[in-house]
């Protein structure tokens, strides 16, 4: 089902009505430009999906209010993925040939960008990620974008805090198998831990949506490590941190951007005191950019604060708007082009500028969880 622009989770607009204003991609002078959105706005990581639409949704009023671009408004068109697999092409093919959109903002979760990217690619119509992290998304071609740093870098920020600031020596490695995101982001942090003369004494693996890991976790106790590493998301994370303390497990665990959610406390309770993650960006940054974008997000949504997803989208529809302006047009190969040459563009998450691989290059920020709360620990710059 799709939702147009402004009416997000409170109406939904039939496919007819939703694609009213526009012939389609090419698009003359006044034509409203047509942006598709994927996003898991239910489901597993429901938080995702609405974190980062929220985002995405303030930046095209934003713009809009301000007279859109080449003189041109917005309609972003967003699709529900539910968190399910499968899902992202579908609607990612409904929104290239029903809505004729002229780039695809999305998805948060790398399993679904990798599933919608060949799409784009062969439609030739620009997909950019806010905050799919895995190298392979953007590998998949020319059209396909991202505008956060990517998980080689993530995972060596991982090796170094665990190295440096937990003091460990000795790491645990808790994977989901089915998940890219976490697949690769365990490799990358194995790799550079392991380079940097630690060890990984023993490694387990689940699976996405499972609910009991204390087969896993045993395993991992008998190994007697000193930290455990959990790339996954934040609903097995929380599950996994409460397990552990159940079994009297009191390392420190710690996972990278994938944990960042308000459900991971709700989740994981009072046992996710002292676990720590990495993540693109944190509210608290003084930066005044940060902290306007801070107040407006507030004042769109009831008071929430915004989370790296919807810092990330919101940056996402900013660097397309600019690419559509540099460009001159929406046409996808042009489109595509001025995209690529993305430079020093200024948003909430720092400077993009897009390399030679459609990837940004950005600092991260560790969090740790204290008393309940999510607390900034540290920048660490690329
Ligand atoms: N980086 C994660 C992935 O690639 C998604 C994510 C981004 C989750 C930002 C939370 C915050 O799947």
Not at 304 to 311: I, L, R, S, T
């Amino acid at each position: 089902m799709a939702i147009s622009t402004g009416s997000i989770l409170t109406a939904c607009k039939k496919p007819d009505e939703a694609s009213k204003g526009s012939g389609g991609g090419k698009g003359s002078a006044s034509e409203v430009i047509k942006v598709g959105e994927f996003a898991s706005l239910t489901g597993k990581e429901a938080t995702f999906g609405q974190s980062s639409h929220k985002g995405t949704l303030l930046a095209i009023e934003e713009l809009n209010a301000a007279g859109g671009v080449l003189g041109r408004k917005f309609d972003l068109i967003t699709e529900d993925t539910q968190s399910k697999q499968g899902e992202s092409a579908s609607v990612v093919r409904k929104l290239i040939s029903r809505d004729k959109v002229i780039a695809v903002l999305g998805e948060v979760a790398s399993g679904r960008s990798l599933e919608a990217a060949p799409i784009c690619q062969n439609a030739k119509v620009p997909m950019i990620s806010p905050s799919s992290t895995n190298p392979k998304v953007t590998e998949v071609g020319d059209f396909v974008f991202r505008v956060c740093f990517i998980d080689p870098f993530q995972g060596t920020v991982m090796a170094l805090f665990a190295k440096n600031t937990l003091k460990a020596k000795n790491v645990a490695v808790l994977t989901d198998a089915a998940a890219p995101y976490s697949v690769g982001l365990a490799t990358f942090f194995k790799e550079k831990f392991v380079a940097d003369g630690g060890k990984v004494s023993v490694e387990q693996k689940f699976s996405s949506g499972d609910k009991d890991f204390k087969a896993q976790l045993t395993a991992i106790k008998a190994a007697n490590p000193d930290a455990i590493f959990a790339p996954c998301y934040y609903t097995e994370a929380g599950l996994i941190t409460q397990q552990a303390r159940q079994l009297g497990i009191n390392l420190p665990i710690f996972g990278g951007d994938g944990w960042e959610a308000p459900e991971l406390l709700q989740i994981g309770g009072k046992a996710m005191d002292g676990t720590f993650y990495s993540t693109h960006y944190s509210p608290e940054d003084k930066a005044e950019m940060v902290q306007t974008f801070v107040q407006k997000f507030k004042a769109r949504w009831k008071g929430e604060v915004p989370d790296a997803m919807a810092a990330l989208g919101y940056d996402s529809a900013l660097v397309l708007a600019d690419a559509i302006k540099r460009a001159g047009g929406t046409d996808g190969p042009k489109l595509r082009d001025a995209l690529a040459a993305t430079k020093d563009f200024v948003g909430i998450t720092g400077k993009t500028t897009l390399d030679a691989k459609r990837n940004a290059t950005k600092p991260a920020v560790i969090i740790e969880v204290k008393d309940g709360k999510f607390v900034y620990k540290e920048t660490v710059n690329p």
